[in-house]
């Protein structure tokens, strides 16, 4: 149970810094979207990366970043990565 309510948290901040990127798919922001259904190419990640990195206190490696295919994946690596948590 407070697995899924520290997921549901981290991607509830997640979420607005997606939307700051590209506001036109916040609706379709869900934790189990795939990144290339809501637009958040390579370009959209290396956007997203500072902020991530600068919100939680963490570093996102290229490899790191590149191996997001879902909005989950974000969340999850978060969630092992932060120390705010």
Excluded: Q
């Excluded at 490696?61 to 120390?83: A, G």
Aim: with cysteine; proline share 4%; aromatic share 10%.
């Amino acid at each position: 149970m407070i697995d899924k309510y520290l997921n549901w948290t981290i991607f509830h901040e997640i979420r607005p810094l997606m939307i700051e990127i590209i506001p036109e798919v916040g609706a379709d922001i869900t934790a189990k979207a795939k990144l290339s259904d809501i637009c958040f190419d390579k370009f959209g990640m290396d956007l997203l990366r500072p902020k991530l990195e600068e919100r939680f206190s963490i570093l996102i490696s290229d490899d790191e970043l590149d191996s997001f295919k879902t909005v989950d994946d974000i969340v999850k690596f978060v969630r092992s990565r932060s120390k705010k948590l």
